[in-house]
């Protein structure tokens, strides 16, 4: 059973920081990347960022110089740490891990339910 959850979503104002955390269980030993994506009010999903096993990372356009996405393996934990927030970064976030399959592993897309994050100006 694969299990996403998200947490240390929160309020902050314009220019500020905020790190939040996506930790995962079951199959975690399976061949997989983590990312994160974003939605807000009446807005399509999209991407922010994605980590895979060796910790190659890779972005948005609009965070790259904002955001910084790491994991633990041991604590099979993403975290997003961000910074310089905007208010155009108010969104609910959401992580999503993706199986490649293989032997006794799953293959796909596993969410969570999302943090929401809110900017003030």
């Known amino acids: 059973q694969v299990q996403v959850v998200e947490s240390g979503g929160g309020s902050v104002q314009a220019g500020g920081s905020l790190t939040i955390s996506c930790a995962v269980s079951?199959?975690?030993?399976?061949?997989?990347?983590l990312s994160w994506y974003r939605q807000a009010p009446e807005k399509e999903r999209e991407f922010v960022s994605r980590?895979?096993?060796?910790?190659?990372?890779m972005y948005a356009d609009g965070v790259k110089d904002r955001f910084i996405t790491s994991r633990d393996n041991a604590k099979n934990t993403m975290y997003l740490q961000m910074s310089s927030l905007k208010p155009e970064d108010t969104a609910m976030y959401f992580c999503?891990?993706?199986?490649?399959?293989?032997?006794?592993?799953?293959?796909?897309?596993?969410w969570g339910q999302g943090t929401q994050v809110t900017v003030s100006s």
């Open positions: 999503k891990i993706r199986f490649d399959g293989g032997q006794q592993c799953p293959r796909g897309d596993y």
């Open positions: 079951g199959y975690t030993y399976c061949r997989h990347d």
């Open positions: 980590i895979d096993l060796r910790g190659t990372t």
